[in-house]
């Protein structure tokens, strides 16, 4: 019985050949298909992301208190930047000393420090660099570490940039100068 079954599946050395000429280029033909489907749906998930972020989209963390903070505690008609930090990253230790001297330069803008780390690494982080007590500076805990998935970011820091009609001004991949905050936020 068992001679019969692989009759039938290892084919002679003729129909192996025609076998291969046929199974060969469907295999690529389905490799390149793929390949093609999975590169549209990730340009079509860019899109959507891109168009979902044009405004600042919903969202709802906690403050470092451990009181919910979203959208609607934004302050109306002023510039937005989000911080997304890591206490122990190097880069975001440097954004935030640089944020610290020139406070003075972002009066007029609501900064949102947020991470996904606990809030006492978060508290610790804010008062290292004097970065606390300020009514335009909010610290945030994302505890379900939904901010990367939100506002498509994907390494630290990142800064989101809004204009004071919460309309995407700028999204910056690791460390900038001041400066050139200021002068998106312009």
Same mark, same amino acid.
């Given at each position: ?64 208190? #451990? ?65 606390? #007590? ?39 991949? #690791? ?12």
């Amino acid at each position: 019985m068992i001679l019969i079954i692989l009759s039938i599946v290892i084919p002679q050395k003729k129909t192996m050949k025609q076998f291969l000429k046929i199974i060969i280029p469907i295999f690529i033909l389905a490799a390149i298909a793929f390949m093609s489907y999975k590169v549209i749906s990730k340009i079509n998930h860019k899109n959507e992301v891109a168009e979902h972020i044009k405004t600042i989209p919903t969202f709802s963390y906690k403050t470092i208190e #451990g009181k919910p903070f979203s959208n609607q505690n934004l302050k109306d008609n002023t510039p937005t930047v989000f911080l997304y930090f890591n206490s122990e990253c190097e880069h975001c230790q440097s954004e935030a000393e640089r944020i610290r001297d020139n406070l003075k330069k972002f009066t007029n803008a609501q900064l949102v420090f947020i991470s996904f780390e606990e809030p006492k690494k978060i508290k610790a982080f804010a008062t290292k660099y004097k970065l606390l #007590g300020y009514d335009n500076i909010s610290f945030l805990s994302d505890s379900k570490v939904s901010f990367a998935t939100t506002f498509d970011v994907n390494s630290l820091p990142t800064i989101v940039i809004y204009d004071k009609n919460k309309k995407l001004v700028a999204k910056i991949k #690791g460390e900038i100068k001041v400066e050139a905050i200021l002068k998106k936020l312009n």
